[in-house]
């Protein structure tokens, strides 16, 4: 899902909300974090209680996603090609209610045989946590699996864990560290290669 944009557009309104200047290094510090992260940082320097940052981050995310998060370009197409193939599961910095909310905005139609969010592990991405759950719970090892990723904070996470990655920048700014990058899940030589497998 696209939802890159809509949680920066969160961290501004919320960091703003309380007075603290939202500018592209504060920005980038923050792509592919958690709530659970974002709103201690927000917070020191709002001189504001964590918690009730790292809520109103979640519910006014919440309201977004609910109201306008968008597949990303191909999303859904390639997750039935790949799904129809092998075990596909999601790896998320999310709260488990957005992640839902996501899922069920995109309309993936089952896609996904496991969904991790960062509230069901002991630390989020960049750790791998989520993605060591999320291989566990496929009964799989690392090495065998892929992962997909649209931020520094997430190929960091997925490469720990042990897994190749494939990075679609959701940002000019982000540059994940991928065994390859395409701009897009649309990209034809990432199709033709899935649907040769066995």
Not at 44 to 72: F, I, T, W, Y
Not at 159 to 173: L, Q, T, Y
């Amino acid at each position: 899902m696209d939802t890159e944009s809509l949680w920066i557009q969160t961290q501004r309104l919320v960091s703003e909300s309380h007075g603290v200047l939202f500018d592209a290094d504060l920005q980038h510090r923050l792509v592919g974090l958690p709530a659970s992260r974002i709103g201690p940082l927000i917070a020191s320097r709002a001189g504001e209680d964590p918690q009730l940052l790292v809520e109103q981050l979640l519910q006014v995310n919440m309201a977004m996603v609910a109201e306008s998060a968008v597949p990303m370009p191909g999303a859904r197409s390639f997750v039935a090609a790949v799904s129809s193939r092998v075990p596909v599961a999601v790896a998320s910095n999310s709260a488990r209610r957005i992640l839902d909310q996501t899922l069920l905005r995109g309309a993936f139609d089952g896609g996904f045989s496991v969904t991790i969010s960062a509230d069901e592990v002991a630390n989020p991405k960049p750790e791998p946590d989520v993605y060591l759950a999320a291989v566990d719970a496929l009964n799989l090892y690392p090495e065998d699996c892929l992962a997909f990723e649209d931020s520094e904070a997430g190929a960091s996470a997925a490469r720990s864990a042990g897994m190749k990655v494939i990075a679609i920048p959701a940002s000019p700014d982000q540059k994940p560290m991928a065994d390859l990058t395409r701009d897009s899940l649309e990209a034809s030589d990432l199709l033709n290669w899935v649907e040769g497998w066995a």
